[in-house]
């Protein structure tokens, strides 16, 4: 997996079909030397090489440097930009030394005159063809060292092309929208400045030559930074031909005082390569993620069917209620039920509350011990809604510890859905959280928490730290909820830890490995869901997406779904139902039962099985996806219309990731198919009329 070809000076990290190189330059650099799919012997990979020398100025020459100081005569993006003790800002790091130990690369850097080291690390993932990489700032000095920037690292695509660029952009309500350009010979720049990860623009991209790649074919360079915090990915095109992208912990506002034996570890990014599309991108990731990323707990554990009770009740939640749900819940086979905001503190509404995690004894004077107990006789899991890193001004815990939350003294504190973010730099308030929520958890039997954090930074002092470590909230924070969380499942590894931001905002790889699945986004109108679960699958798993059935005339919308429709969308994901139950006829609740019945049976191909997009919603009246079980024996697709005009016939359905010599059968079909078959000329959809859906299941024939 990992060469090293001395007289040459590079060093070679293979996949079963990718590869990454890097070489020494006759500088003392380190150099990225190739990137792409894998060659068939170590002397194909390319030595450092000299992209571009200026001839006026002496020093500036441009290598393809994977981590460049700031310093010298450099000009593009640096990843690490320090001030040491005596008021230098200029870095001139050379190479040291190398290690290779238990499949990780390690290279070695110093200032040359500065006692500050930095070690790059790179590790190869075959089985997906990905790479990780993040490196380590260290000061190995007696006196604090500044860090104003400390990204990941840089990678070049190669040069004299022109390239695509692919990402997910959005806002509330519409996250992880498929997006596009044209790489102009300029600076690009993908981030979030908000505290969390963000609706707005998530952490990754994809690169194609041309704009040629399409789903199931051509050549895509990638990427994905895990990290829940300010991010930025920085992505420069300039006249010489060459593509740089570099990426980690946004410097905006940005300073890490650097104390002498400490050292700064950035993000993780993810890096790879395909041949095969865009597709092939989607399907890398998401294994990566099912059986790397997430916490191992529940990594190959089957998501249980939700029920969530916000919509039903809002904040006026108490127990009588919860239970006449959670039974409505359990008859329709219902296995998680979760209470929702509302049980806790003197909230009656989002002005008060926050921050006081104890139970509300007149809403609920058994404690929630007759609640739970009730949950479980009816064969269901107990969950429970928490905001752990928010506070509102009218609690017990602001009163008390007012100078917890992030503020600046001589300003107002702008006020966010009526709630202030507390400090998770703080070790006090760190622990604090830590009790409250451990003692909750150890004294109920509480299966799911639902983690939100329903609002972005403002004001983001933190007054009673030394200034020049004031700026180093935007990181901590994020660590902290990474600390918080990691303390939380081993003491409760039987807990799912969902993540949620006001929908969408905070998933990325960072946040995967604590959490078990997130919350995609507030709109769940299943039309609009399903253009934000196509650009979510371009990233993330199904396995993680937590999909509801809510009500047939959307909030968000105004539009009228049928119930059926609704449910076949929630399906493509982990299923759950947040609508009012109380208002459900007996027929809506056997046709839930019946639907519910028929996801169990399919939901190990959904949440584990390879995913295929076979017609996009963007891109014409039908849009449908398809889920392919492990071992290629049985699949199940999706299928939906939005409209039927002019009375057009609607295409054949292609079918992927089928067994080409295999014969299948189609649920309600005699005649067997061949996969070739069903992959090159389709199958007929008999829709007619608007928003129709169909689940259709495919199974390796019992041929004698």
């Given at each position: 997996?990992?060469?090293?070809?001395?007289?040459?000076?590079?060093?070679?990290?293979?996949?079963?079909?990718?590869?990454?190189?890097?070489?020494l330059?006759?500088?003392?650099?380190?150099?990225?030397?190739?990137?792409?799919?894998?060659?068939?012997?170590?002397?194909d990979?390319?030595?450092?090489?000299?992209?571009?020398?200026?001839?006026?100025?002496?020093?500036?020459?441009?290598?393809?440097?994977?981590?460049?100081?700031f310093?010298?005569?450099?000009?593009?993006?640096?990843?690490?930009?320090?001030?040491?003790?005596?008021?230098?800002?200029?870095?001139?790091?050379?190479?040291?030394?190398?290690k290779?130990?238990?499949?990780?690369?390690?290279?070695?850097?110093k200032?040359?005159f500065?006692?500050?080291?930095?070690?790059?690390?790179?590790?190869?993932?075959?089985?997906?063809?990905?790479?990780?990489?993040?490196?380590?700032v260290?000061?190995?000095?007696?006196?604090?060292?500044l860090?104003?920037?400390?990204l990941t690292?840089?990678?070049?695509?190669?040069?004299?092309e022109?390239?695509?660029?692919?990402?997910?952009?959005?806002?509330w309500?519409?996250?992880?929208?498929?997006s596009?350009?044209?790489?102009?010979?300029?600076?690009?720049?993908?981030?979030?400045?908000?505290?969390?990860?963000?609706?707005?623009?998530?952490?990754?991209?994809?690169?194609?030559?041309?704009?040629?790649?399409?789903?199931?074919?051509g050549?895509?360079?990638?990427?994905?930074?895990?990290?829940?915090?300010?991010?930025?990915?920085?992505?420069?095109?300039?006249?010489?031909?060459?593509v740089?992208?570099?990426?980690?912990?946004?410097?905006?506002?940005?300073?890490w005082?650097?104390?002498?034996?400490?050292?700064?570890?950035?993000?993780?990014?993810?890096?790879?390569?395909?041949?095969?599309?865009?597709?092939?991108?989607?399907?890398?990731?998401?294994?990566y993620?099912?059986?790397?990323?997430?916490?191992?707990e529940?990594r190959?554990?089957?998501?249980?069917?939700?029920?969530n009770s916000?919509?039903?009740?809002?904040?006026?939640?108490?127990?009588?209620?919860?239970?006449?749900?959670?039974?409505?819940?359990?008859?329709?086979?219902?296995?998680?039920?979760?209470?929702?905001d509302?049980?806790?503190?003197?909230?009656?509404?989002?002005?008060?509350g926050?921050?006081?995690?104890?139970?509300?004894?007149?809403?609920?004077?058994?404690?929630?011990?007759r609640?739970?107990?009730?949950?479980?006789?009816?064969?269901?899991d107990?969950?429970?809604?928490?905001e752990?890193?928010?506070?509102?001004?009218?609690?017990?815990?602001?009163?008390?510890h007012?100078?917890?939350v992030?503020?600046?003294?001589?300003?107002?504190?702008?006020?966010?859905?009526?709630?202030?973010?507390?400090n998770?730099?703080?070790?006090?308030?760190?622990?604090?959280?830590?009790?409250?929520?451990?003692?909750l958890l150890?004294?109920?039997?509480?299966?799911?928490?639902?983690?939100?954090?329903?609002?972005?930074?403002?004001?983001?002092?933190?007054?009673?730290?030394?200034?020049e470590?004031?700026?180093?909230?935007?990181?901590?924070?994020?660590?902290?909820?990474y600390?918080?969380?990691?303390?939380?499942?081993?003491?409760?590894?039987?807990?799912?830890?969902?993540?949620?931001?006001?929908?969408?905002?905070r998933?990325?790889?960072?946040?995967?490995?604590?959490?078990?699945?997130?919350w995609?986004?507030?709109n769940?109108?299943?039309?609009?869901?399903?253009?934000?679960?196509e650009?979510?699958?371009?990233a993330?798993?199904?396995?993680?997406?937590?999909?509801?059935?809510?009500?047939?005339?959307?909030?968000?919308?105004s539009?009228?779904?049928?119930?059926?429709?609704?449910?076949?969308?929630?399906?493509?994901?982990?299923?759950?139902?947040?609508?009012?139950?109380l208002?459900?006829?007996?027929?809506e609740?056997?046709?839930?039962?019946?639907?519910?019945?028929?996801?169990?049976?399919?939901?190990?191909?959904?949440?584990?099985?390879?995913?295929y997009?076979?017609?996009?919603?963007?891109?014409?009246?039908?849009?449908?996806?398809?889920?392919?079980?492990?071992?290629?024996?049985e699949?199940?697709?999706?299928?939906?219309?939005?409209?039927?005009?002019f009375?057009?016939?609607?295409?054949?359905?292609?079918?992927k990731?089928?067994?080409?010599?295999?014969?299948?059968?189609?649920?309600?079909l005699?005649?067997?198919?061949?996969?070739?078959?069903?992959?090159?000329?389709?199958?007929?959809?008999?829709?007619?009329?608007?928003?129709?859906?169909k689940v259709?299941?495919?199974?390796?024939?019992?041929t004698p």
């Amino acid at each position: 997996m990992i060469k090293h070809d001395s007289e040459r000076k590079i060093w070679v990290l293979e996949g079963e079909r990718f590869a990454y190189a890097l070489g020494l330059s006759k500088t003392g650099t380190i150099i990225q030397t190739y990137f792409g799919a894998k060659l068939p012997y170590l002397s194909d990979y390319p030595e450092p090489e000299l992209i571009a020398e200026y001839p006026y100025t002496v020093g500036s020459e441009v290598y393809q440097e994977t981590f460049m100081g700031f310093g010298k005569a450099s000009y593009t993006e640096p990843c690490l930009k320090a001030t040491f003790e005596d008021g230098v800002r200029d870095l001139k790091l050379v190479f040291i030394d190398f290690k290779i130990s238990d499949g990780v690369l390690s290279l070695q850097m110093k200032d040359s005159f500065y006692p500050l080291e930095v070690i790059l690390h790179y590790k190869i993932i075959p089985a997906y063809d990905l790479l990780e990489m993040h490196s380590e700032v260290i000061n190995c000095g007696n006196a604090n060292i500044l860090l104003e920037q400390a990204l990941t690292g840089s990678l070049y695509v190669p040069r004299d092309e022109a390239y695509r660029l692919t990402y997910l952009s959005g806002k509330w309500a519409g996250e992880t929208q498929l997006s596009h350009t044209q790489l102009p010979d300029t600076k690009l720049v993908l981030e979030s400045r908000r505290g969390t990860t963000s609706h707005f623009t998530n952490p990754f991209f994809m690169l194609d030559r041309d704009s040629k790649s399409q789903e199931d074919h051509g050549e895509v360079y990638f990427g994905a930074l895990a990290f829940s915090g300010n991010w930025k990915i920085v992505i420069e095109k300039d006249r010489l031909g060459m593509v740089k992208i570099s990426a980690g912990t946004n410097d905006f506002d940005f300073a890490w005082n650097l104390k002498p034996g400490d050292n700064f570890v950035t993000p993780i990014l993810v890096l790879g390569f395909v041949k095969e599309g865009f597709g092939a991108v989607s399907r890398n990731l998401h294994r990566y993620q099912r059986e790397e990323v997430l916490p191992a707990e529940h990594r190959s554990n089957p998501r249980k069917v939700l029920y969530n009770s916000w919509e039903a009740t809002s904040f006026d939640v108490n127990e009588d209620q919860q239970i006449h749900l959670a039974k409505i819940a359990a008859s329709i086979g219902v296995e998680l039920f979760v209470m929702d905001d509302g049980w806790f503190g003197a909230r009656n509404s989002d002005r008060a509350g926050l921050g006081d995690w104890v139970v509300n004894p007149v809403k609920f004077p058994n404690g929630l011990h007759r609640l739970i107990r009730e949950v479980n006789e009816l064969g269901m899991d107990f969950g429970l809604w928490i905001e752990p890193e928010m506070v509102n001004p009218d609690s017990d815990l602001y009163r008390t510890h007012p100078d917890w939350v992030y503020h600046f003294p001589t300003r107002d504190s702008t006020l966010i859905r009526n709630q202030l973010i507390l400090n998770l730099a703080r070790a006090d308030v760190r622990q604090y959280l830590f009790e409250s929520i451990d003692r909750l958890l150890s004294d109920h039997n509480i299966r799911f928490i639902k983690w939100d954090m329903n609002r972005n930074f403002s004001e983001p002092g933190y007054p009673s730290a030394p200034r020049e470590e004031q700026k180093e909230i935007w990181f901590r924070h994020a660590e902290g909820v990474y600390e918080l969380a990691r303390k939380l499942k081993q003491a409760h590894p039987e807990v799912i830890f969902q993540s949620c931001s006001g929908g969408g905002g905070r998933v990325d790889l960072g946040i995967l490995r604590y959490f078990d699945q997130v919350w995609t986004s507030d709109n769940t109108d299943a039309f609009d869901r399903l253009k934000i679960q196509e650009g979510f699958s371009y990233a993330y798993c199904s396995k993680i997406m937590e999909s509801w059935v809510t009500d047939e005339v959307s909030w968000i919308s105004s539009r009228k779904l049928t119930l059926t429709y609704r449910f076949h969308c929630a399906m493509m994901g982990n299923l759950g139902i947040g609508d009012n139950l109380l208002k459900w006829s007996p027929e809506e609740q056997q046709e839930a039962r019946e639907l519910i019945y028929l996801y169990k049976e399919i939901r190990h191909i959904v949440q584990d099985g390879d995913q295929y997009r076979l017609k996009s919603p963007s891109q014409g009246p039908l849009a449908s996806v398809m889920y392919v079980g492990e071992q290629q024996e049985e699949a199940v697709v999706f299928a939906f219309l939005h409209s039927r005009n002019f009375n057009n016939n609607l295409p054949r359905l292609r079918l992927k990731g089928l067994r080409s010599e295999w014969l299948y059968q189609i649920d309600g079909l005699e005649q067997l198919f061949s996969g070739q078959a069903l992959m090159a000329i389709g199958i007929k959809l008999d829709f007619n009329g608007d928003f129709q859906s169909k689940v259709i299941r495919i199974s390796k024939a019992k041929t004698p």
